[in-house]
């Protein structure tokens, strides 16, 4: 067996939180959740990160950003947890989806190839 370079990443792996998306949140956040005892859920909403100055900033994180949850305590003005909904977001499987249907079956034509390519 081969050993595996650090460098090997499947096209579905999630790009982990970095210093500029919470930068981001913090600059930029528009979606202000009141989480009681001066806490407060922020978030960069998708229209938001659809705008050029997120894409500039953040480049192919852009889209990424609007996974990230920042839990703000606005009597101590820092922030108490950085949250990560990727694992929920439905487009995360896409690419899991699509790398196991490369081959499509007619089931209405018995006559018809049983695999086919679909490009």
Do not use: K, Y
């Not at 229209?47 to 889209?63: C, H, K, N, P, Y």
């Not at 947890?81 to 995360?92: F, G, I, M, P, Q």
């Not at 190839?113 to 679909?118: A, C, S, T």
Request: proline share 3%; hydrophobic share 45%.
């Amino acid at each position: 067996m081969a050993p595996m370079s650090r460098f090997a990443c499947s096209p579905w792996a999630v790009t982990p939180i970095n210093q500029a998306m919470i930068s981001a949140v913090l600059d930029f956040g528009d979606i202000h959740r009141d989480l009681g005892g001066g806490r407060t859920l922020r978030r960069i909403s998708h229209e938001r990160a659809a705008r050029a100055d997120i894409f500039l900033l953040l480049g192919r994180d852009a889209e990424r950003v609007t996974d990230v949850g920042l839990v703000w305590d606005d009597r101590e003005d820092q922030i108490v947890r950085v949250t990560d909904d990727a694992e929920l977001r439905d487009s995360r499987m896409v690419a899991w989806e699509e790398a196991f249907e490369l081959f499509e079956t007619e089931d209405t034509d018995e006559m018809a190839e049983p695999l086919r390519l679909v490009a």
